[in-house]
């Protein structure tokens, strides 16, 4: 990542900072022991207060990526890898998986303003660009869940160029922002109308369940999801 190469400078200094550095590391150019450049020299690269640099590098201190050593410096900290309950897994893998054949039909991609709302989400200017898509994904031609994503361009900077009838946002997400932490919550609820006609829903009074999702990637939120399911085909299973 180039600091003056930013997709959108009104990103918090110390947020772009913190994203350089784990893309460093991520990428391998940095490994577990070595020194990153000096406070001042962050300071100097981006063109901020040192102060700001501190932030970052304190934060990220917080998040056990990297260790401050008094009077010698900042290393790559050992990385530690956490598991959760509940696996973050391709639908597309999980329909194949049952052996069936998964397809996806792509009814959005675009760029928008974050507003007030998703803009406290994700941490930003309610006038940052956020992408946005709406993808069906189908289970031997019957639909089983309609994601409708949010996504910070600041970690996945190529998501408009993608395919997504060749791979899922998922899959392509998983691969260039990798995954730092997840909260999500699982409700049912009645869908709009515009999710039940995607979901090709004919009973009235079918619920659907609603998986909430948020991902965190290089320190900042990456991606705001809602994952309608129609609760007659679909169920959530875990074991631990």
Known sequence: MNPSNDSDKRVPAFQRIKAHVLGKIHAGHWKEGDAIPAEEALAREFGVSRMTVNRAIRELSDEQIVERVQGSGTYVAQQKYHATLV????????????????????????????????????????????????????????????????????????????????????????????????????????????????LRMTLLQEPCLLLHRQTQSMGQVASIADMWHPATRYRFTGSF
């Open 87 to 198: 696996e973050i897994r391709n639908i597309a893998d999980e329909i194949a998986a049952r052996g069936h054949v998964h397809r996806s039909e792509l009814h959005r991609l675009e760029r928008l303003k974050a507003g007030d709302v998703l803009g406290r989400k994700f941490g930003l200017p309610a006038d940052h660009t956020l992408y946005h898509s709406v993808v069906v994904h189908f289970e031997n031609d019957q639909p089983i869940q309609v994601e409708d994503r949010f996504v910070n361009p600041v970690v996945a900077p190529d998501y408009l160029q993608q395919d997504f009838s060749t791979q899922t946002p998922n899959a392509y997400l998983m691969r260039v922002a990798p995954l730092q932490a997840v909260h999500f919550v699982i409700e049912a609820c009645s869908p709009p109308a515009n999710i039940r006609e995607m």
